[in-house]
């Protein structure tokens, strides 16, 4: 089982609509939860962290639930320019530090 | 525009070739990455290094070798790489430790292609 999955999509939606991305995780000792943003090409960049109580953003929400170790994202009234890769990423708790892992993305297609 | 720059932008070399992909960062980070992206997957993760010391290796082959001579720079030293390891090559930095914040500054990224 992969430490952090996502459903690759793409999802291909029209502007205005509103999308839910799904990201499990599988180590419980996780503690910090983040989507990232990579346009084509382009390197990643943190979108918003993710906290228990549930954050939002403008147009963005994200949630999670430790107890099903699931975190979503979700966009309400989709723009052309929110086209990207979303990345789902938690952090790993090392001997004396933490790694970030990262989902495999799932690809948002925003059409006119 | 990201404050992490790196160079080359585009790298082409032979399997017999030595070369040196360099990072740099002036926001006071004292945690670097170096990440292997392929197309179409995730970054993973190779090397962190942690107040100047190498403290994560992923099991990297030793044909890439990291350096950081200060808390600004950060090298991948190259040498008779594979055909697959042709990729992007992101390095990124954060203060250390990344758990509270989680928020990791990319460089654009060295698009390699090893022939």
């Known amino acids: 089982r992969k430490e952090v999955e996502q459903d690759p999509g793409p999802f291909n939606v029209p502007e205005g609509a509103t999308v839910a991305f799904n990201c499990t995780y599988s180590?419980?000792?996780?503690?910090?939860f983040f989507w990232y943003r990579q346009d084509c090409r382009k390197e990643p960049k943190l979108l918003m962290s993710?906290?228990?109580s549930g954050n939002e953003d403008g147009r963005f929400t994200a949630q999670l639930n430790r107890a099903s170790q699931y975190i979503s994202l979700l966009i309400r009234d989709s723009k052309l320019s929110d086209s990207a890769t979303y990345l789902c990423?938690?952090?790993?708790?090392?001997?004396?530090?933490?790694?970030?892992?990262f989902g495999s993305g799932t690809r948002l297609l925003v059409r006119p | 525009d990201t404050e992490v720059t790196q160079t080359p932008k585009h790298l082409v070399m032979g399997m017999t070739n030595k070369k040196s992909l360099k990072c740099e960062q002036h926001?006071?980070?004292?945690?670097m990455y170096w990440y292997k992206q392929k197309a179409k997957k995730p970054p993973e993760l190779m090397f962190v290094?942690?107040?100047?010391?190498?403290?994560i290796n992923e099991s990297v082959p030793s044909r890439f070798s990291p350096e950081c001579p200060n808390s600004s720079l950060l090298n991948l030293h190259l040498h008779a790489l594979q055909p697959e390891d042709s990729a992007l090559y992101l390095c990124?930095?954060?203060?250390?430790?990344?758990?509270?914040?989680?928020?990791?500054?990319f460089g654009e990224g060295s698009r390699l292609t090893v022939l």
């Open positions: 990423v938690v952090n790993k708790p090392m001997d004396s530090s933490y790694k970030l892992i």
């Open positions: 926001m006071g980070h004292r945690a």
């Open positions: 993710v906290y228990s």
């Open positions: 290094y942690s107040y100047e010391k190498l403290s």
């Open positions: 990124a930095s954060s203060h250390p430790g990344v758990g509270p914040t989680g928020e990791l500054f």
């Open positions: 180590n419980s000792a996780s503690q910090s």
